[in-house]
């Protein structure tokens, strides 16, 4: 890890994730694999000036298919790690603001 700015890769945005920024003020990105809570929690507070109030990371696994005629297992995308970030209610990340 050289600098904070490696920490975090890119904001996931899907249905589930627009539903966490509506109601439950979390916002979720991609993180390097070799992130930690603290080192996310720092990385979002200096770059967004916010306030974290909680940090999940989670690893998510691959995505393996099979193949029909060699019934070969086959990695279709990589697994990545991803950070659920908690911010008090009155604080923002305007990244996601419109989406």
Do not use: C, W
């Not at 019934?71 to 923002?92: C, H, M, N, Y």
């Amino acid at each position: 890890m050289s600098t904070i700015y490696d920490v975090l890769r890119r904001p996931l945005v899907t249905e589930k994730s627009n539903y966490q920024v509506g109601k439950l003020h979390q916002y979720v990105f991609e993180v390097s694999s070799d992130a930690t809570r603290i080192l996310v929690k720092d990385a979002v507070e200096e770059l967004f000036k916010v306030t974290v109030l909680r940090v999940n990371v989670i690893n998510v696994p691959a995505k393996r298919s099979r193949r029909a005629r060699s019934r070969r297992l086959v990695v279709t995308r990589p697994g990545f790690k991803k950070a659920i970030i908690t911010l008090s209610p009155e604080d923002t990340i305007p990244l996601f603001e419109g989406v």
